[in-house]
């Protein structure tokens, strides 16, 4: 079955626009992944971390944007996916990344196989824009693992545009929480944060609060909110594990999209391209 595009106005399109091109321009930081890298725990990670670090408390603590002001000495950081790539061909992926140079990237991945699983269950049980089977998911274009691994693979080109640059893997990230968001947070220019501090953003950030914040959308975004409480699925925090496809994605599947991954992933993602079905 084929993907479900998103229906805007040109009018809204055009405001839209114009308003993510002045964001990033006025970006300090650009906190950037393909949708479903486990970038939203990130921010609650961040925002928790900023939060008691400066005392600051927001309405919307998610909008990490929020933060900054003229006044505090806290960069502008902006969480975006560079383009909505997963509803496009990859062909249709911006090339030219001039527009970060002399910015900070922090740039997001994740094992393609789980993002690939993930991204099907937000399009079908999240946001209802693809109606089809895994079995078909795995082989569409737009959107899919040509798609992700394009993404990944032009940005490992472009890796050196931005005035400063960092890889962040989710699976370092779950392995080590706590180290992987100092190494964040001193990226983007706060090397003071306390050891406290740290670990109160990592058990804000459990899996299980996290839900539990989804579920009541107590931090206030369409982006941290439950589309069906009753079904476990639809929820953004859906699973939170390293290798979770399995469940999911086995036989001529699962060789398909390794066949991707290993063929056409650029070297430089080293971790993601010794992969077998067989294995």
Not at 6 to 14: A, I, K, M, V, W
Not at 230 to 240: F, L, M, V
Request: aromatic content about 12%; charged content about 30%; some cysteine.
């Amino acid at each position: 079955m084929a993907a479900i595009s998103r229906n805007r106005g040109p009018l809204r399109r055009g405001i839209q626009h114009i308003r993510r091109r002045w964001r990033r321009r006025r970006a300090d930081v650009h906190l950037i992944s393909y949708p479903k890298c486990g970038r939203t725990w990130l921010v609650v990670l961040l925002s928790k971390s900023l939060e008691l670090h400066y005392g600051i408390r927001l309405r919307k603590p998610l909008r990490l944007r929020g933060y900054a002001r003229p006044w505090r000495d806290i960069p502008y950081i902006l969480q975006h996916h560079d383009g909505g790539p997963e509803f496009l061909l990859p062909e249709e992926l911006e090339q030219d990344k001039s527009d970060y140079a002399g910015r900070k990237v922090v740039f997001m991945v994740r094992d393609p196989r789980d993002v690939l699983v993930s991204s099907y269950f937000q399009k079908t049980r999240r946001n209802a824009n693809y109606q089809g089977r895994m079995e078909d998911y795995v082989r569409e274009r737009r959107g899919g693992i040509e798609t992700l691994v394009d993404f990944y693979n032009i940005w490992a080109r472009n890796r050196d545009v931005p005035g400063d640059f960092l890889l962040l893997r989710y699976e370092d990230l779950h392995a080590d929480t706590a180290g992987q968001l100092r190494r964040v947070l001193e990226f983007i220019g706060m090397q003071d944060v306390s050891t406290e501090t740290l670990r109160a953003a990592v058990d804000f950030g459990r899996f299980d609060n996290m839900r539990q914040l989804e579920s009541r959308n107590a931090m206030g975004s369409s982006s941290l909110a439950a589309r069906d409480a009753d079904d476990t699925e639809s929820y953004k925090t859906r699973k939170g594990e390293v290798g979770g496809y399995r469940e999911y994605l086995d036989g001529e599947s699962l060789e398909y999209v390794e066949a991707i991954i290993n063929e056409r992933l650029d070297p430089w993602y080293a971790g993601y391209r010794y992969y077998s079905a067989a294995s």
